[in-house]
């Protein structure tokens, strides 16, 4: 990383760990926003229906790339949906073609399009211990959903009923424990070894649940897992920070149009992808850590995949930058994350 006199941050180009890039016209809104700024995308899984066979990743690949602008220079890394019958044989075929980067564990109704997750831990247990033997990361919602635990407990009571357990079973396994939001998931993840790693949302860095009723109900501020109590935010923010290699950049960008954040009973996801690196730049600027972004950002999450670093580089400046009230038109209108606000960094682009 070089900074000069912190007004200009240019850092390694940088991928991001976990997003939801959709499918059908509102991928087509949001697939250029995330290839503006970031080289590889872990791409969800959670279509309807999920993405659960080779040749269905494959396929979504391919639209993905269709959807992006003739400029871009991105890769989508695809993810298989798990569910109760996931088939061990389909899970190495696919990480032995370079289609599957991962698969991603969903608790059945834990979140948008969960329905078909697994009910049981037990019931992918021979898919898991294949993807131990072969190296494959397992990514985690890492929620319980029993009805009786108080939703903002989900996180933190999963530790202790499933992930403690499942990284106990297999030790080996590399598991990736999705957009912590406790200080007892940044305990978790740093007092364990080095296959159990992290991503953190600019979400979960900045607000905390005061945001989500902050002089009403603001249901742009409404994703899963739920934002916490301060002290939460905080743990997030040393986590996030510290240096340590186990926690890396995932946006958890999840747009939902308009109408359907904005209703009675209306749907889990922040939509942050427009402008994601502004977010974590200011939250490094805010704890003197501007040193440590470019580790957060590039390095940490290739490290833990296994996978090589980008080439190329990426500029961001220190400028005003107004974010507009909402972005697209249509059934693609979305509001993002920071929606009338000014940040204080600008992403600028590649340089040579
Ligand atoms: N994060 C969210 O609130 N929503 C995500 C699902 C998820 O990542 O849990 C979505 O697909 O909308
Ligand atoms: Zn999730
Ligand atoms: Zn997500």
């Known amino acids: 990383m070089t900074a000069t006199e912190n007004t200009r941050l240019e850092i390694r180009r940088p991928d991001d760990w976990h997003v939801h890039l959709r499918d059908g016209e509102m991928l087509a809104a949001v697939a250029g926003q995330t290839a503006r700024q ?14 659960t066979t080779v040749a269905a990743a494959a396929a979504y690949r391919d639209r993905i790339l269709a959807a992006l602008p003739g400029d871009a220079d991105f890769t989508p890394l695809m993810t298989s949906y798990l569910t109760d019958g996931a ?21 059945a109704h834990a979140t948008t399009n969960a329905a078909h997750g697994v009910t049981d831990i037990r019931a992918i247990y021979p898919a898991l211990e294949a993807m131990q033997r072969i190296g494959m990361p397992l990514l985690v919602h890492g929620e319980v959903t029993d009805p009786d635990i108080d939703i ?14 499942l990284a106990r079973d297999l030790p080996e396994l590399k598991i990736v424990f999705e957009h912590i939001t406790t200080a007892e998931a940044a305990d978790f993840v740093l007092a364990s070894g080095p296959t159990i790693g992290a991503t953190i949302t600019p979400q979960h860095l900045i607000i905390n649940r005061n945001a989500i009723f902050a002089g009403g109900i603001r249901p742009h501020a409404y994703c899963l897992p739920i934002a916490k109590r301060e002290h939460h935010r905080l743990a997030l923010r040393r986590a996030a920070t510290s240096g340590s290699p186990k926690f890396f950049l995932g946006t958890d960008s999840a747009p939902h149009a308009i109408d359907r954040k904005e209703a009675a009973c209306g749907c889990a996801g922040i939509f942050n992808a427009p402008f994601a690196l502004e977010s974590y730049a200011t939250v490094f600027e805010e704890e003197g850590a501007l040193d440590r972004f470019e580790a957060f950002a590039s390095e940490n999450g290739p490290r833990f995949y296994g996978l090589p670093l980008n ?36 992403f600028i682009g590649r340089v040579e």
């Open 38 to 51: 970031f080289a590889r995308a872990i791409a969800m899984p959670n279509l309807s229906p999920p993405v």
């Open 87 to 107: 088939d061990p044989d389909e899970l190495a075929r696919g990480y032995a073609e370079g289609v599957f980067a991962a698969a991603k564990l969903y608790p």
């Open 152 to 165: 903002f407990d989900r996180e933190a009571v999963f530790i202790d009923r499933t992930l403690a357990g």
């Open 311 to 346: 080439e190329g580089r990426v500029v961001l400046e220190k400028a005003a930058v107004a974010v507009p009230e909402t972005i697209g038109a249509g059934v693609t209108s979305l509001v993002p994350f920071h929606a009338g606000e000014t940040l204080s960094w600008h």
